[in-house]
């Protein structure tokens, strides 16, 4: 055991490992019963579409083949829709696989990654395993404090992480804020917008195109399938990027990443407008149900651009997570995130929605 110690990296045993919202079926086995319902990962809880389904069941009779390593149908359709080449597009088993791309081409041992804290928490710990030193930049008011975060570049600084729409607290930086942040910022950084949440910013007028910084600065952003397009369970997402960049991270990418079946349903997904236009209203009604209610509760919360709420229950969250927990709900107890008053609840389907005001409204009542 002891030479096991000689194994070890320090940077690696120092890392918390990501604590994922709590499966489905471990409540059903500890409290067996069937009917749970899950609002903790910001998941789709509608479902994937039924030309997903038929997509998929379509690559079933090719499994004995390798994916193919390019994604060309997939990138071709990101690109034809995204107007780009597919020399800049970079695709992952789920978009955190591109996170962790990033830091392992570009950080290394004492080289500088920026966050925001709290955010999300994948960056810090994939950087901290590349050996990187983390600067933290507290939040303002929930939002991305851009200003900081330029003043905390220096010389070992590697790449900057912006999550827009921000998970846990849904708020984002606008296109004025971040046309101020880009201005003058030296090349020798990578400016990482990840926007997980994407597709449920419509609307958002003042919500900046990020990919029209890609012709002058190093900037890569990236999208998810695993939301609002409701793929989370295959793994996909994608990177948008300049091509030396796009180059550079494929020598470090594993030849086979992306599975054959999400390439089938990602490239259907692209196609089915209809799927996410009605998404995106469910989605929108239920926060709009969600917000009404907890102000009835009289209970804070922060207006979000997603399909999650990050709401303040000024009291110990971990407690009503676990009461809501035996009423077979389960949301997302924010104490990782240091927000010990706080649980982030993901929009569900109405009838969702309406099973969790009532649950919420007896635990918290007493
Ligand atoms: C969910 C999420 C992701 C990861 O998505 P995958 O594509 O499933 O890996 C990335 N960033 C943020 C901020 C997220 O909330």
Same mark, same amino acid.
């Given at each position: 055991?002891?030479?096991?110690?000689?194994?070890?990296?320090?940077?690696?045993?120092?890392?918390?490992?990501?604590?994922?919202?709590?499966?489905?079926?471990?409540?059903?086995?500890?409290?067996?019963?069937?009917?749970?319902?899950?609002?903790?990962?910001?998941?789709?809880?509608?479902?994937?579409?039924?030309?997903? !389904?038929? +997509?998929?069941?379509?690559?079933?009779?090719?499994?004995?083949?390798?994916?193919? =390593?390019?994604?060309?149908?997939?990138?071709?359709?990101?690109?034809?829709?995204?107007?780009?080449?597919?020399?800049?597009?970079?695709?992952?088993? =789920?978009?955190?696989?591109?996170?962790?791309?990033?830091?392992?081409?570009?950080? =290394?041992?004492?080289?500088?990654?920026?966050?925001?804290?709290?955010?999300?928490? !994948?960056?810090?710990?994939? +950087?901290?395993?590349?050996?990187?030193?983390?600067?933290?930049?507290?939040?303002?008011?929930?939002?991305?404090?851009?200003?900081?975060?330029?003043?905390?570049?220096?010389?070992?600084?590697?790449?900057?992480?912006?999550?827009?729409?921000?998970?846990?607290?849904?708020?984002?930086?606008?296109?004025?804020?971040?046309?101020?942040?880009?201005?003058?910022?030296?090349?020798?950084?990578?400016?990482?917008?990840?926007?997980?949440?994407?597709?449920?910013? *419509?609307?958002?007028?003042?919500?900046?195109?990020?990919?029209?910084?890609?012709?002058?600065?190093?900037?890569?952003?990236?999208?998810?399938?695993?939301?609002?397009?409701?793929?989370?369970?295959?793994?996909?997402?994608?990177?948008?990027?300049?091509?030396?960049?796009?180059?550079?991270?494929?020598?470090?990418?594993?030849?086979?990443?992306?599975?054959?079946?999400?390439?089938?349903?990602?490239?259907?997904?692209?196609?089915?407008?209809?799927?996410?236009?009605?998404?995106?209203?469910?989605?929108?009604?239920?926060?709009?149900?969600?917000?009404?209610?907890?102000?009835?509760?009289?209970?804070?919360?922060?207006?979000? +651009?997603?399909?999650?709420?990050?709401?303040?229950?000024?009291?110990?969250?971990?407690?009503?997570?676990?009461?809501?927990?035996?009423?077979? !709900?389960?949301?997302?107890?924010?104490?990782?995130? *240091?927000?010990?008053?706080?649980?982030?609840?993901?929009?569900?389907?109405?009838?969702?929605?309406? !099973?969790?005001?009532?649950?919420?409204?007896?635990?918290?009542?007493?």
């Amino acid at each position: 055991m002891n030479d096991f110690k000689n194994l070890i990296k320090k940077n690696i045993a120092d890392v918390t490992a990501y604590p994922p919202g709590k499966p489905i079926e471990e409540l059903q086995r500890e409290l067996g019963i069937k009917k749970i319902i899950k609002l903790a990962s910001n998941e789709n809880p509608l479902g994937p579409s039924p030309k997903l !389904i038929t +997509a998929i069941k379509d690559g079933l009779s090719n499994l004995n083949r390798y994916p193919d =390593g390019n994604c060309f149908y997939l990138k071709k359709k990101l690109a034809q829709r995204l107007g780009f080449s597919q020399s800049q597009i970079i695709v992952g088993n =789920g978009s955190d696989e591109i996170i962790t791309f990033a830091l392992r081409a570009f950080v =290394g041992e004492k080289d500088e990654v920026i966050v925001a804290h709290p955010s999300f928490l !994948i960056y810090e710990i994939a +950087a901290k395993i590349c050996g990187a030193n983390i600067v933290r930049v507290p939040l303002n008011n929930f939002c991305y404090d851009l200003k900081k975060m330029k003043e905390a570049i220096t010389e070992q600084t590697k790449i900057i992480f912006i999550a827009n729409p921000d998970n846990p607290t849904g708020s984002y930086v606008n296109k004025e804020e971040v046309d101020e942040f880009l201005q003058g910022l030296p090349d020798s950084l990578i400016v990482y917008f990840d926007e997980a949440y994407f597709e449920y910013t *419509q609307g958002l007028s003042d919500f900046p195109d990020t990919l029209a910084y890609l012709k002058d600065k190093n900037v890569i952003v990236t999208r998810s399938f695993s939301k609002a397009y409701g793929l989370a369970g295959l793994r996909l997402g994608y990177g948008v990027s300049r091509p030396e960049i796009i180059d550079y991270i494929n020598k470090i990418r594993e030849p086979f990443n992306v599975n054959s079946l999400a390439q089938l349903a990602g490239t259907a997904a692209l196609d089915d407008q209809d799927y996410l236009v009605h998404v995106q209203e469910i989605i929108f009604e239920g926060k709009k149900y969600l917000y009404d209610n907890f102000d009835r509760l009289g209970l804070r919360y922060i207006r979000s +651009a997603t399909n999650f709420i990050l709401v303040d229950l000024n009291r110990s969250a971990t407690e009503v997570y676990g009461e809501l927990l035996k009423l077979g !709900i389960i949301v997302r107890d924010m104490k990782a995130w *240091q927000l010990d008053n706080f649980i982030r609840v993901t929009v569900g389907t109405m009838e969702e929605n309406k !099973i969790f005001v009532e649950a919420l409204k007896k635990v918290v009542s007493h």
